[in-house]
Each structure stands twice: as C-alpha cells, then as structure tokens.
C-alpha cells in the first residue's frame, strides 16, 4: 500500500495507539467528578495540557481542547465576532480557506457581519498590500489559513502579524491544521491571538484537537452547559484522545527535526516527475509551499475516475479537501487561483507523510504514468 491521502487523514503513531488504550483502561473516569478516580483523570488532563503548552511554547492556560479543526475555527471565528461585534462587525479572510473556516463566515454574513474576502494570485498567495488596505476602523478579526489544504501553499503569516501588531485592538487567527509538524509558526513571536490545530493530521486520533487563546482574548462560547476548558467549551473532555494527542504532537515534532529535508526531497521529485507528463498541470507553486502538498490536474481525466483506478493498484490520493471531497465540481481553491475551470475539475491531491519514502514516491508516479496512458488509449 501506498498511501498518499495524509492532508485528509494520517495513520496513528503505534504509541499513540498504546497510550489511547492505556489511558482508556486506567483513566476512565470524567475528570470533572470529584471522587478520587476523577481526580486522576483531571491530573493526566492537566499534565496534557501543560506537554502540548511546552511543545507549542504558550502557557497552559492557553490550551483549549476541541474535537478538531472544524470546531477549533468555528470556535475561534464565531466565538471572537460575537463576543466583540459592539466595536465592530468587519471581519478579514481569503477567498482560499478551508470550508469551516469559509463557511463561518457566510454564516456571519448572514447575521449582519461584513466580510472582506482577500483574492489570492495564481500561486494561491495574498498581497500584503490587499490587506493593509482592506483594515478599517470597525475591523475586529483577521483569519488566515497557513498552509492551504489543496495546494500547500503558505500564506505569509509573519508579516501579517507585523502588520497587525499596529492594529492592537484586531484579533489575528490562523488555521494551522495542515501546518503543525511540517512548517513552523511560533505562535508568540507572530503575534498570533488563535491557532487551530487537529490531531488527525499529526498521526494522532479523529476527534482532538486544540485551539490556541492567547491569554488576554475573550471570546463567546459556542457551547453551553459546562465549565469545562476555561469556560471557553462546554462537555466532558475525551481525557485518553488528549493524552494520545501530546504524544503525537511531540513525536511529529521530534520527525520533524530529522526527516523534513527528506520530505522536501521526495517533493521535489515528485513535482520534477510530474511535469514531465504530458496534459498533466502541476497546481502547487515551486516555492512557499508546504513540503507534503503536491496538487496537480490531468486534463481530460475526471479525477474520481482516476482515483478508483490507483486504488485498485493500492495507491490512495484524493481531490480535495477530505471534507469537501464528496460534493464533486471544480475546486473553489484552483478557481480563484485564476487557474480556470479545466485545472480546477480535474484536480488530484497527493500529500505524504515522514513516513513515506522516496521508494513509493518512485513506484506511485510510475503507477500513475500508466494509468493516465491507459486512459488516453481508450479515449482514442
């Protein structure tokens, strides 16, 4: 198997597995309860908490766990335009986000906010000049996503944070989610107010995940109910998904450290080897792109077609974003690109992990080579 499906989900370290299972066993108790048991459960919470704080360089109390990425935006671009819409309702993001990122705010628009969608160039980028000049006096929120989900493409995050620095009284969120463990964001020395962060895509487990507050930053919560997690997000805290979760965190970033150059390396074949190919187009820019993205269009071939034929070879690649993968159409992400609605309809997504090797990148684009061959001959 040559998996390459890792932006949609990745394969759980066995640790994390392990420590999951453990935790679940041994610490099962809600560690809101006030018996003995759900003191040990609030213990190993708090000791989570306060790994995963280290690992990212924040105080713990900071840390807010959340179901994922979905929630973690929602949370933070809801949570900060209800809470301060009394100095204003001008929110700021990109027409390229993620669609919980997008989607939150249409939603706001639909209650009154105003929203600036930034476009991007060809290479998926914002101008800096854009949104200088899109920044007005009732401008309570900035939401940028780091590494964009289809393409790869890095979103100049620091000077943004430069930017914003002169404009104290605005909110800077970033959609990490595709970044942790690949690109680096020092959330303190960015000036960044709220991070996402999913465990999912760090080889933890589905349904973890973190959000970044800066202390300092109040934000209305989107859940009622409970106390729990600074008051920021009500409900019982999945105590052993956490825990797995700080492990994953800290083991990624330790890979990190040692195999990202031979990740950029695969990449850089992998793109090499793909524009050779005839009627394919390769959609990730050469620079400031993530070093796991790789988005290309085979003209003339609908993806979904393509797709089932490398499954049955046993190589796994996507279209899109996982969670927009199965409403079918053009990308909105290659269209507002400006990269027309051909690239946009026949787009693939394959996105590696440290665990892949140079071996299988080999082996998938040889498998590839045929299969688009295979395609063109019977479309003769």
């Not at 066993?25 to 003995?36: D, M, R």
């Not at 990212?56 to 990425?69: Q, R």
């Not at 990308?331 to 946009?344: D, H, N, V």
Request: aromatic letters at 6%.
């Amino acid at each position: 198997m040559i998996y390459l499906d890792n932006s949609a989900t990745t394969k759980p370290y066995k640790d994390v597995l392990d420590t999951f299972v453990t935790v679940s066993e041994k610490y099962f108790a809600n560690p809101s309860s006030l018996h003995s048991k759900g003191g040990e459960a609030e213990k190993l919470l708090g000791q989570a908490r306060k790994s995963i704080a280290q690992l990212l360089e924040v105080a713990p109390s900071e840390v807010i766990f959340t179901s994922g990425g979905t929630e973690g935006n929602n949370i933070a671009i809801k949570g900060i335009a209800f809470q301060h819409q009394n100095r204003g309702k001008h929110l700021i993001t990109t027409s390229v986000e993620h669609a919980s990122s997008f989607e939150s705010f249409q939603y706001l628009e639909s209650k009154g906010f105003e929203v600036t969608y930034l476009p991007v160039n060809h290479e998926g980028l914002i101008s800096i000049e854009d949104l200088e000049r899109e920044i007005r006096p009732d401008t309570i929120l900035v939401s940028i996503i780091h590494v964009n989900n289809e393409t790869g493409t890095i979103q100049p995050i620091e000077q943004i944070g430069k930017i914003l620095k002169q404009h104290r009284k605005i909110f800077f969120h970033v959609d990490n989610v595709q970044g942790v463990g690949k690109v680096e964001l020092p959330l303190k020395e960015w000036v960044i107010d709220l991070c996402t962060i999913s465990a999912h895509k760090i080889h933890g487990l589905k349904g973890n995940g973190v959000l970044f507050v800066k202390n300092g930053v109040s934000l209305s919560s989107l859940f009622t109910g409970g106390e729990q997690e600074l008051k920021k997000r009500a409900g019982t805290e999945n105590v052993a998904g956490i825990v797995a979760m700080a492990k994953a965190l800290r083991l990624i970033l330790l890979e990190m450290q040692d195999k990202k150059k031979n990740l950029l390396k695969i990449k850089q074949f992998m793109l090499e080897e793909l524009r050779k190919l005839k009627g394919v187009e390769v959609n990730t820019p050469e620079n400031h792109s993530a070093p796991h993205i790789i988005n290309f269009s085979v003209l003339g071939i609908k993806p979904e077609v393509l797709i089932h034929s490398l499954d049955k070879r046993d190589v796994y690649v996507s279209t899109r974003s996982a969670c927009s993968s199965k409403q079918g159409g053009s990308s909105r992400i290659l269209i507002e690109m400006g990269l027309g609605e051909q690239r946009a309809s026949t787009a693939i997504r394959m996105s590696t992990s440290y665990e892949n090797t140079m071996e299988e990148a080999t082996r998938a684009l040889a498998i590839l080579k045929e299969e688009i061959i295979n395609f063109k001959k019977v479309m003769r």
